[in-house]
């Protein structure tokens, strides 16, 4: 399991967090792989003799610039979001498409299997929700820990079908920016690739009342080699759209 080297400028929030999703604690940063560090700054991903960090940051940079710039247009296209459909997020990562779905103004449910993981988003989501900027945007955006394809019809059973469920399972793309690539090397290390693609789409299209969006590259293949009903392509990414099987 990933650890977290936890400084002495880790604040109560992180500490908390770390507890939450049962991570493991280092007294020094690790000598090899990927680990989280807890300092000032909240949460981190770093990597072992590497300079570099992944933070999730919902407040400035790229997302700020996609929340208040837009951005997200293919996206909103693909789960027809001037229906004000619920959505829920089946492959939460760092949760920047759920950001920005629910800056259209939607619900979004994410769910998200991997403790480390759910902790940077957790951590990220705690920073905007305590932003005047972006405490809106946060409150529409509620986490789940746990496996995927067991929670969705927990889920549903508990609460009812949502109209949308969004998967963008990890997919060893091939990235222009040098940013992009080293922040995408240091998360495919943390989960790695292999997901039960069968399993993830099985259960979205059990549980959706309309429709299922999966994000691609652009020449990607079809998730779980099944093909879409229809697509919405961009320049470098798509998003496929499956029926469900219980269309309401």
């Known amino acids: 399991m990933t650890s977290v ?12 967090l770390i507890n939450r999703f049962g991570l493991p604690v280092c007294a020094c940063p690790p000598e090899q792989g990927e ?72 619900q979004v449910d994410v769910f998200e299997q991997n403790p480390a993981v759910a902790c940077l988003l957790s951590d990220g989501l705690k920073r905007a929700a305590e ?20 929670l969705l019809p927990e889920l549903a059973a508990a609460r009812g079908r949502p109209d949308v469920v969004y998967l963008d399972p990890m997919y060893p793309e091939r990235q222009k920016s040098a940013a992009v690539k080293k922040e995408m090397a240091y998360f495919h290390g943390l989960v790695g690739t292999a997901q039960n693609e069968a399993a993830l789409l099985t259960a979205a299209r059990a549980v959706a009342k309309k429709r299922i969006v999966v994000k691609r590259p652009r020449l990607g293949v079809f998730l779980n080699n099944e093909k879409p009903a229809y697509q919405y392509t961009g320049k470098s990414t798509r998003f496929d759209v499956y029926l469900p099987y219980h269309p309401v």
């Open 131 to 150: 932003s005047p900027d972006t405490a809106a945007v946060a409150k529409r955006i509620t986490l789940h820990f746990g496996d995927t394809a067991a």
């Open 35 to 106: 680990y989280l560090l807890a300092d000032s700054d909240g949460l981190s991903l770093c990597k072992a003799k590497e300079k570099g960090r992944v933070r999730v940051d919902f407040v400035s940079g790229a997302a700020q610039y996609r929340r208040t710039k837009g951005g997200g247009e293919l996206i909103a296209k693909a789960v027809n979001h001037t229906a004000r459909p619920t959505v829920w997020d089946g492959t939460g990562g760092l949760g920047r498409d759920a950001f920005v779905l629910a800056s259209l103004g939607l």
């Open 5 to 16: 080297y936890l400084t002495d400028t880790a604040d109560e929030t992180a500490r908390e």
